[in-house]
T-cell receptor, first 112, second 114 residues
């Protein structure tokens, strides 16, 4: 079992739709959770960063963490064609290894 | 542009040749990371530096791979005797110690081994 599981999709939605992206993780030591957006042949770009369980909102993006079920989500409201990219969840431990553990990434296409 | 800079962006090499990638982190970022990403996969951690010291290495970093950060600024990643399985995007990232885990990635260096 991989430490972070993410459905690779692809996912195709119409413009304006609400998008839900999800990951599960297996290691209880993971304390920090991130979502990255990666456009084709580019490096990942940090979107959201959360530490505790609960919700964090930034504009059209909401990150949700449920540590009890080891489940993390990213919601995109009013999706736009410019949101078309691969979304990667990532996590790391607190005060331990410096490495980020990534999911496979979900390829999202928002159709105009 | 003050982001993480990587060079070259693309490299095609024949199997068995050596290649070297360079990374210039964001100024004053004392932590520097190398990741590898293959098609359809998320990035995988290779190694990281705090200033010039290499503090952690993944088991993915075989003895054909070596990374340096001689003056605590730019870093190089060298792959010796390349194999087709080395074909991937090599990503460099950096952050300031104490900034949480908000690391910033470069655009990556694509390697194709033929």
């Amino acid at each position: 079992q991989k430490e972070v599981e993410q459905d690779p999709g692809p996912l195709s939605v119409p413009e304006g739709a609400i998008v839900s992206l999800n990951c599960t993780y297996s290691n209880s030591a993971f304390q920090y959770f991130m979502w990255y957006r990666q456009y084709s042949r580019k490096g990942p770009e940090l979107l959201m960063y959360t530490y505790s369980s609960g919700n964090k909102e930034d504009g059209r993006f909401t990150a949700q963490v449920d540590k009890s079920s080891k489940y993390i989500s990213l919601f995109i409201r009013d999706s736009q064609p410019s949101d078309s990219a691969t979304y990667l969840c990532a996590t790391t431990t607190q005060g331990g290894s410096e490495k980020l553990v990534f999911g496979k990434g979900m390829k999202l296409t928002v159709n105009p | 542009d003050t982001g993480v800079s990587q060079d070259p962006r693309h490299k095609i090499t024949k199997r068995g040749q050596n290649v070297t990638f360079r990374c210039d982190p964001i100024s004053e970022h004392n932590r520097l990371y190398w990741y590898r990403q293959t098609l359809g996969q998320g990035p995988e951690f290779l190694t990281y530096f705090q200033n010039e010291a290499q503090l952690e290495k993944s088991r993915l970093l075989s003895d054909r791979f070596s990374a340096e950060r001689p003056k605590g600024s730019f870093s190089t990643l060298e792959i010796q005797r390349t194999e087709q399985g080395d074909s991937a995007m090599y990503l460099c990232a950096s952050r300031v110690q104490g900034s949480g885990n908000t690391i910033y990635f470069g655009e990556g260096s694509w390697l194709t081994v033929v």
